[in-house]
């Protein structure tokens, strides 16, 4: 039986990182496709988060109580945040549901049940926010209303306007539904971090995440001069909707449950500056593997084109497909026929690249059930002044090693 103390202090050094692997190896395709996504799993919500006014924190996990979950495409049937990174201009959002819908389905039909317009201004059932709030060095800034322009706090819920939002700079859309109970592990957002504008995120089994964006090359005669981490390097992820209620990016991995398994999922992402026109999709969860910060690479990538307006994005069937494309065909409508969405992706297979696909293991995690024995509530605080990093669609905490390190920890403290 591992100490607490030892996994607190591995969990905390783990860091959330965007690996660059898949583009050593990929080719470019119209559409990818993970089939099989869910598995039977767990991961640990965070159940104390607090900022400290001299910079530090104190956050908890009970490691003796995890959330455990199963099912087709779980995590990802919980409540998700959509988080976009410049250089990027949203023009359209939508999330859509429907009860039943397999890959290549022709009967049944989709309803779309949040929308965003930056033309027309309007947004419903969508709520903008950032980490733009009160900064604490070990939290992070946090996560609050932000203005017109996607990157300044503003003091009530505002529509993101029509803007492009710069290299290295992040906003998220949650759901329009405030969190109506206080923070708490019973209440209906879990526990989350005093003075944030909590929100829900989007849920559902069956569900698509659309997007028309515009994602010009950066060149910024500040960017050019400053190159940062994320310079030109844009991109489109999910994230389990309670990960940055708590902390996106923290100095301590007690204040996320990211490290743990919640998941991520990098719909659009550019890996690295030298394959800037390139977006790969990858996921962050323990579906077979114990590599968190590499995560589920698809080595395949779709081409960015960044003089023209894209439209596409990630559908998640109740077959278990989760199918990333870019289409022009892409469509906003209220409701959306099946064999519309199927037509958009089946017309794609003519096109270079062709369809990648990717199985998943079907796979059971051990030692779901808690046990008895020796304590296991994981707690710490962090002082460090490191700077926080904004690199890839992740929280940034150690090395690719280190996240093995702590899921074969995690299992041995169960």
């Known amino acids: 039986m591992i100490s607490s103390t030892l996994f607190t202090i591995l969990s ?86 429907a009860d039943e819908y397999e890959y290549g389905s022709t009967s049944g039909s989709w309803t779309r049940a949040a929308y965003y317009d930056s033309e027309a201004g309007t947004a419903d059932n969508v709520t903008f926010l950032g980490n733009v709030g009160a900064n604490n ?11 017109e322009d996607g990157v300044t706090e503003a003091s009530e819920s505002t529509v993101l306007g029509n803007i492009t939002v710069p290299s290295n700079e992040e906003f998220a859309i949650y759901s329009g539904t405030k969190c109506s109970d206080p923070s708490s592990l019973d209440g209906d957002c879990g526990v989350y971090r005093d003075g944030i504008d909590a929100y829900h995120g989007f849920p559902g089994t069956v569900k698509a995440f659309l997007f028309e964006f515009w994602s010009p090359s950066d060149l910024s005669e500040e960017s050019l001069k400053n190159k940062t981490w994320n310079y030109d390097m844009p991109g489109i992820w999910l994230l389990n909707a309670e990960i940055p209620r708590t902390a996106q990016y923290p100095l301590n991995g007690n204040c996320s449950a990211w490290n743990t398994g919640a998941g991520e999922f990098d719909i659009f992402e550019v890996m690295n500056v030298t394959e800037r026109n390139h977006f790969y999709t990858t996921i962050h969860d323990y579906q077979g593997i114990e590599d968190l910060g590499t995560g589920i690479e698809m080595y395949a990538y779709l081409e960015r084109t960044p003089e023209s307006v894209m439209r596409g994005g990630l559908v998640l069937g109740s077959d278990g497909t989760a199918t990333v494309f870019l289409s022009n065909s892409t469509t906003f409508n209220e409701t959306i026929d099946s064999s519309d969405l199927s037509s958009w992706i089946s017309s794609l297979k003519g096109e270079d690249g062709g369809e990648h696909s990717q199985e998943l293991p079907s796979i059971t995690l051990g030692a779901l059930e808690s046990t008895s024995g020796s304590s296991s509530t994981a707690t710490g605080s962090s002082s460090s002044s490191s700077s926080k990093s904004k690199g890839g669609a992740a929280v940034v905490q150690a090395s690719n090693w280190l996240s093995s390190v702590l899921f074969i920890l995690g299992a041995m403290v169960l």
């Open 12 to 97: 905390s050094l783990v860091i959330q990182v965007a690996s660059d692997d898949s583009s050593k190896y990929s080719s470019e395709a119209s559409f990818v496709q993970f089939d099989q996504l869910g598995f039977s799993g767990r991961y640990f919500p965070v159940t104390e988060v607090e900022a400290l006014s001299d910079g530090n924190c104190t956050c908890s996990k009970d490691l003796d109580n995890p959330l455990i979950f199963n099912g087709t495409n779980s995590p990802f049937n919980e409540e998700l945040s959509v988080h976009l990174r410049g250089p990027m201009n949203l023009r359209k959002f939508a999330w859509y549901v």
């Open 137 to 147: 060095t070990c939290l992070g800034n946090a996560l609050n209303y932000v203005s």
